[in-house]
């Protein structure tokens, strides 16, 4: 099919829920994406952070065709050993105790929620139950996870969302002004991705921490985006020291695969008992195959040590142009305030130009997939170099 004849298809049949560029991708194979002409493309994008291993890398296809191949599903009314093979691993690797598998970065949002709320209910009464989040933020787009995120423009239109949540600024004053009797949770990205690629600060996170322990208020810290490598750690709390009680992954855990993750300390392990939840797909197979293959990989201490130096060498190159004003991020997580133009424009002439690169706020954004070569980062930048070159 033509692009042409691909965008009618999709004007004719699918909501007009995105804002797409106009290329169609096809294929891909590590950082490189082919659309239907058969042009490619260095991708800085991943799929918003999803592809952490690239496009089809062979560890993971080949677990997840052998999966497939072998069972492709079978409900939770049934042990599944994929399930609890990634379960343990995942256990192992960031110190948490238990585990609920869902689909997406908002379900796991949504069990958390329910987490907190119920631990609450159950030892303080049912009027514990209002969430803390942070202005900035985005935690999904179901109608509690809208109601998480601290940006009004997200609300518009949905209401009534669900009730329960105030919205602070990133320090201590503005989320104790929040806090009251009712609060069950505080609920934060470390670094807020949608919201322009801002880190929080270490003394802020740690003072967070430590007051929400004094309180029994638990720490609920949303990686959606910033987990499974993306930061340099294998998860970014670790980057700041401190230990949530409850943890959300989801996008990269999957290689490329719906997949959410809602983890657990133990002394919340036995809060959700059987009924409380549930997810007909969460925790299906063939996605714990891919979920364990990308573990294999980004688990590993000298992996993710080359994640620090991609990142660090993605930072020096972007910092040196000229037309960039600032970068920040963390890791292979990165927003670039461009000195003329706007992102958006610069974007769309990325991607005419065979660069795939992402907005946020005003900032360009970059996730390029984690197992990327440098010589793949050398031709994006050189790309973008050219590109914002001609912004006026």
Same mark, same amino acid.
């Given at each position: 099919?033509?692009?042409?004849?691909?965008?009618?298809?999709?004007?004719?049949?699918?909501?007009?829920?995105?804002?797409?560029?106009?290329?169609?991708?096809?294929?891909?194979?590590?950082?490189?994406?082919?659309?239907?002409?058969?042009?490619?493309?260095?991708?800085?994008?991943?799929?918003? $952070?999803?592809?952490?291993?690239?496009?089809?890398?062979?560890?993971?296809?080949?677990?997840?065709?052998?999966?497939?191949?072998?069972?492709?599903?079978?409900?939770?009314?049934?042990?599944?050993?994929?399930?609890?093979?990634?379960?343990?691993?995942?256990?192992?690797?960031?110190?948490?105790?238990?585990?609920?598998?869902?689909?997406?970065?908002?379900?796991?949002?949504?069990?958390?929620?329910?987490?907190?709320?119920?631990?609450?209910?159950?030892?303080?009464?049912?009027?514990?139950?209002?969430?803390?989040?942070?202005?900035?933020?985005?935690?999904?787009?179901?109608?509690?996870?809208?109601?998480?995120?601290?940006?009004?423009?997200?609300?518009?239109?949905?209401?009534?969302?669900?009730?329960?949540?105030?919205?602070?600024?990133?320090?201590?004053?503005?989320?104790?002004?929040?806090?009251?009797?009712?609060?069950?949770?505080?609920?934060?990205?470390?670094?807020?991705?949608e919201g322009g690629v801002l880190p929080l600060k270490d003394g802020f996170v740690k003072e967070l921490a430590a007051f929400c322990g004094e309180r029994d208020i638990l720490l609920i810290v949303d990686e959606v985006q910033t987990g499974v490598g993306r930061t340099g750690k294998l998860y970014c709390f670790q980057?700041?020291?401190?230990?949530?009680?409850?943890?959300?992954?989801?996008?990269?855990?999957?290689?490329?695969?719906?997949?959410?993750?809602?983890?657990?300390?133990?002394?919340?392990?036995?809060?959700?008992?059987?009924?409380?939840? $549930?997810?007909?797909?969460? $925790?299906?197979?063939?996605?714990?195959?891919?979920?364990?293959?990308?573990?294999?990989?980004?688990?590993?201490?000298?992996?993710?040590?080359?994640?620090?130096?991609?990142?660090?060498?993605?930072?020096?190159?972007?910092?040196?142009?000229?037309?960039?004003?600032?970068?920040?991020?963390?890791?292979?997580?990165?927003?670039?305030?461009?000195?003329?133009?706007?992102?958006?424009?610069?974007?769309?002439?990325?991607?005419?130009? $065979?660069?795939?690169?992402?907005?946020?706020?005003?900032?360009?954004?970059?996730?390029?997939?984690?197992?990327?070569?440098?010589?793949?980062?050398?031709?994006?930048?050189?790309?973008?170099?050219?590109?914002?070159?001609?912004?006026?």
């Open positions: 099919m033509t692009l042409e004849e691909i965008q009618e298809q999709d004007h004719r049949y699918l909501m007009q829920t995105y804002r797409r560029f106009p290329v169609a991708l096809v294929s891909g194979h590590g950082a490189t994406a082919v659309d239907c002409n058969g042009k490619e493309y260095i991708d800085f994008t991943s799929g918003i $952070g999803v592809n952490s291993l690239g496009y089809c890398d062979e560890r993971w296809t080949r677990a997840v065709a052998k999966q497939a191949a072998t069972l492709q599903h079978t409900s939770n009314l049934y042990y599944q050993p994929m399930q609890t093979k990634l379960a343990e691993k995942l256990c192992a690797l960031t110190g948490f105790s238990k585990v609920f598998f869902g689909n997406s970065g908002a379900e796991a949002n949504e069990c958390a929620v329910k987490v907190a709320r119920k631990y609450a209910a159950d030892k303080y009464g049912k009027n514990r139950c209002r969430i803390v989040t942070l202005r900035n933020s985005f935690h999904g787009r179901t109608l509690t996870t809208l109601a998480a995120t601290g940006q009004d423009a997200f609300h518009e239109k949905f209401t009534p969302l669900t009730q329960g949540f105030s919205y602070a600024f990133p320090n201590m004053d503005s989320v104790k002004e929040n806090v009251s009797g009712d609060t069950c949770a505080v609920m934060i990205e470390l670094v807020q991705g980057n700041y020291g401190v230990m949530p009680d409850i943890l959300t992954s989801a996008k990269g855990l999957g290689g490329g695969l719906p997949v959410g993750a809602c983890l657990c300390t133990g002394r919340l392990g036995g809060v959700m008992d059987a009924g409380s939840h $549930g997810s007909t797909f969460g $925790g299906n197979p063939v996605v714990c195959a891919g979920a364990l293959a990308v573990l294999d990989v980004v688990g590993d201490g000298g992996f993710l040590r080359e994640v620090r130096e991609k990142g660090a060498y993605l930072t020096e190159k972007l910092s040196a142009m000229e037309e960039i004003e600032f970068v920040r991020g963390l890791g292979m997580m990165l927003g670039a305030k461009l000195k003329k133009g706007s992102a958006k424009e610069a974007a769309q002439k990325c991607a005419e130009s $065979g660069l795939l690169v992402l907005t946020a706020k005003e900032l360009l954004r970059f996730l390029p997939p984690l197992t990327i070569a440098y010589e793949d980062i050398d031709k994006g930048l050189a790309v973008l170099q050219k590109v914002i070159r001609t912004l006026k």
